[in-house]
């Protein structure tokens, strides 16, 4: 990654939910800021509560607005920060807002829309305008110049690849049939014969008010196409462009698994740069090797744990317990782990299987390990972040 | 088991939701095999058509037209069934306007649905309405004694529950708002629908749960039946012996030379970790959602995926919930 890290001046981090793509956005953010001097934007989408907080993120910051993180969070652990690391959330109601008001021919129309029955229906249900909205804000943070690079989170889809087909559908929508037909006035809709089989489901199954509002809605929606459509082929650019890199993101599961080497597919179908896939949280490396197994066997024999145990006692500090009793216990922890490395190896062989099969198709992927402790906390990030560079 | 003694499935009708990745459609399945071993015939329905049910039960593609599952020889002695399909717009569209609306259809659909897909997409709660439509449907004919839905996940299934009340305030007249009524006759009855939330003990989703429960309570009449926490890691040492383990996973093993017992015991660390805050996420959800039953059910350590995990965690959930096997 460290080649991306140096030239890339967008990552687009993607994957299914649940496999810590806020974290290694967050993280990529960190390594960058850390080796370069590149002022940085990670673009997050409904961080966990402490990772907001470990980076400055309240509940009092308003919309979009970024934020930035203290040299001094890095400093308290002994890093220096040669960038500045700014993060920003996504809320992706104020952006449709922002983006009606952007491309609206003029205010009346944003305000009719705004007013529409049907407005904060279909902005707060249209899957789509979560990843449309991202990848809007993606441009324009991006167009703006203000930073060298510019981390985005995607948000959680029904699938991963929704963001990337954001853009395009959005411009077959408004060069589509439907946006003509459904703004055509009532009375030449009844006349054309071509449209009366959908007339006559529409009226029996909506009611003729509900078509009339949505007709409404996308009258004054169709107003603003030449904005969106400018605006979709951009990002559509943008995306393609060799200045964006992706990160997939996975966990060691079948399921994020699968949708991550669906991604990767993806990628390459379009031509975008696939930088790294990220296999997130898993085991110590080695527990299949050889050591790992002769420790066990080691352990599971009832004398020569018990020797393990005499030797380890000395450097364990719990000073309130007689000797006897702390090499009794160290004895029996030893020998209980040793029964559970079967357990940890079947869960290290169905990571390695998860590994084999992302090595398959994808050149570099990159293990993070599962982080002990708080993972939202600074310095589980810059762990992380040395990872990744 | 419940405090009522209603078993989550003891009814007509079960959602099962929860945020990606916790495991939904292992739960989903595992409760859909359980009723089934008790002799019901039930039907399990996958509303995210690009979900992973498939792959957890290891059937071929799902689609509209429900298929048999092969149950074990016990749960087909008891007489039970098992049928799963896979909700689509299209079809779904085409059977409420042959079997509700009755609005003669020349020809296919093929255009008209694609269009219809967008509409349903762009305008609220119409493609909701089919599906929940569909499952409600089926409900009332009672040709199943249980029909489990793997639902949307937890960010949109509020939408998918509230769809009828939704309706019901936009579309004034019409045969669309007289069926709004006889859905939410069934799906506002506690003991015939239930809602399950499934969760990990990790933060995000039991923040997620929580506010899903606070929602699906406050915007929609459907009963929250129950959590399941799943993947919960097991405790291994406890009291002094936990002390100890904590001291031996921050002591420099490795430079003694014992290089596989410091792997060891650095995998176990991490595992334990995990599990440690779990628990903690577990306080965080016994608090916050005090009046809801919440079933524990522990992390399946096998290499296999498939029915063989849903086998499992089936197996569990007998016994939490008191199924004879």
């Not at chain 1, 290694?24 to 001097?37: D, E, F, H, K």
């Not at chain 1, 009092?60 to 040299?71: C, D, E, K, L, S």
């Amino acid at each position: 990654m460290r080649d991306a890290l140096r030239t890339r001046e967008m990552f687009v981090v993607c994957g299914s939910g649940g496999t810590g793509k806020t974290t290694v956005s967050a993280a990529l953010g960190v390594a960058a800021v850390l080796t370069s001097s590149a002022r940085v934007l990670v673009l997050t989408v409904d961080p966990a509560r402490r990772l907001a907080t470990a980076l400055g993120l309240g509940h009092g910051v308003p919309g979009n607005a970024p934020v930035r993180v203290a040299p001094e969070v890095f400093r308290e652990l002994g890093h220096e920060c040669q960038g500045e690391l700014w993060v920003a959330m996504l809320d992706t109601k104020a952006g449709w807002d922002e983006l009606v008001g952007r491309h609206a021919p003029d205010p009346e129309v944003a305000r009719r829309l705004l007013a529409n029955p049907l407005y904060s229906n279909i902005t707060g249900r249209f899957v789509n305008s979560h990843d449309y909205i991202a990848m809007e804000q993606l441009h324009a943070l991006h167009a703006s110049g203000e930073y060298d690079l510019v981390v985005i989170d995607t948000p959680p889809s029904r699938r991963a690849l929704d963001l990337l087909d954001a853009p395009g559908r959005m411009r077959e929508f408004f060069g589509g049939r439907l946006i003509s037909w459904l703004t055509i006035p009532a009375r030449s809709r009844l006349a054309a014969a071509a449209s009366r089989p959908f007339t006559a489901v529409a009226d029996r199954v909506l009611g003729s008010r509900f078509l009339a509002d949505i007709a409404e809605f996308f009258t004054l929606f169709g107003t603003m196409e030449a904005g969106f459509v400018e605006r979709a082929i951009e990002v559509e650019a943008l995306l393609s462009d060799e200045r964006t890199g992706f990160v997939v993101v996975s966990t060691p599961e079948p399921a994020p698994v699968r949708e991550a080497r669906h991604l990767v597919s993806e990628l390459g179908r379009r031509s975008m740069g696939l930088d790294a896939v990220v296999l997130n949280r898993t085991l110590p490396a080695g527990l299949r090797g050889r050591a790992v197994s002769s420790a066990a066997a080691e352990l599971r024999d009832s004398d020569r744990v018990t020797r393990v145990a005499h030797e380890l006692a000395p450097m364990l500090g719990l000073p309130g317990v007689d000797r006897a009793t702390l090499e009794a216990s160290l004895a029996h922890v030893l020998a209980e782990t040793g029964e559970r490395v079967s357990e940890l190896q079947t869960a290290a062989t169905r990571e390695s299987d998860c590994r084999r099969s992302l090595d398959e198709v994808a050149p570099v992927v990159v293990p993070l390990p599962a982080v002990r402790g708080d993972v939202s906390g600074v310095a589980a990030l810059v762990t992380l972040a040395l990872q990744l560079r | 088991m419940t405090s009522s003694g209603q078993r989550p499935f003891d009814r007509s009708l079960l959602f099962v939701t929860g945020k990606g990745g916790t495991g939904k459609s292992t739960v989903a399945a595992a409760i859909a095999l359980l009723a089934a071993g008790e002799g019901r015939r039930v039907l399990l329905v996958e509303m995210d058509a690009k979900g992973s049910l498939a792959d957890v039960l290891d059937t071929g593609p799902l689609a509209f037209e429900p298929r048999r599952v092969d149950l074990a020889p016990a749960a087909r002695s008891a007489g039970g069934e098992l049928h799963v399909m896979a909700m689509n717009t299209e079809d779904s569209l085409r059977e409420y306007l042959r079997v509700i609306a009755r609005v003669p259809l020349i020809g296919r659909l093929g255009p008209l649905a694609r269009t219809f897909d967008f509409v349903a997409d762009a305008a609220p709660g119409v493609k909701e309405i089919l599906a929940m439509g569909k499952v409600c449907f089926e409900v009332r004919e009672g040709s199943y004694d249980l029909v489990v839905v793997d639902s949307e996940a937890s960010g949109h299934v509020v939408a998918q529950l509230d769809a009828p009340r939704a309706i019901r305030g936009l579309v004034q007249v019409g045969p669309i708002r007289d069926q709004t009524e006889w859905m939410l006759a069934i799906l506002e009855d506690h003991r015939r629908t239930g809602l399950l939330v499934v969760t990990t003990p990790e933060e995000m989703p039991v923040t997620e749960t929580v506010a899903l429960v606070g929602r699906v309570r406050a915007e929609t009449g459907v009963h929250v039946t129950g959590v399941v926490a799943n993947r919960v890691l097991p405790r291994w040492f406890a009291g002094l012996d936990g002390q100890v383990f904590e001291e031996l996973a921050a002591a420099p093993i490795a430079e003694s030379g014992r290089v596989g017992l410091a792997t060891v015991i650095d995998a176990a660390a991490a595992i334990e970790a995990r599990r440690s805050a779990g628990v903690e996420q577990l306080g965080v959800l016994a608090a916050e959602l005090a009046d809801v039953d919440v079933t524990v059910v522990p992390e399946a350590f096998t290499r296999a995926g498939g029915r063989r995990v849903v086998a499992l965690v089936a197996e569990h959930l007998a016994d939490e919930w008191g199924v004879a096997p």
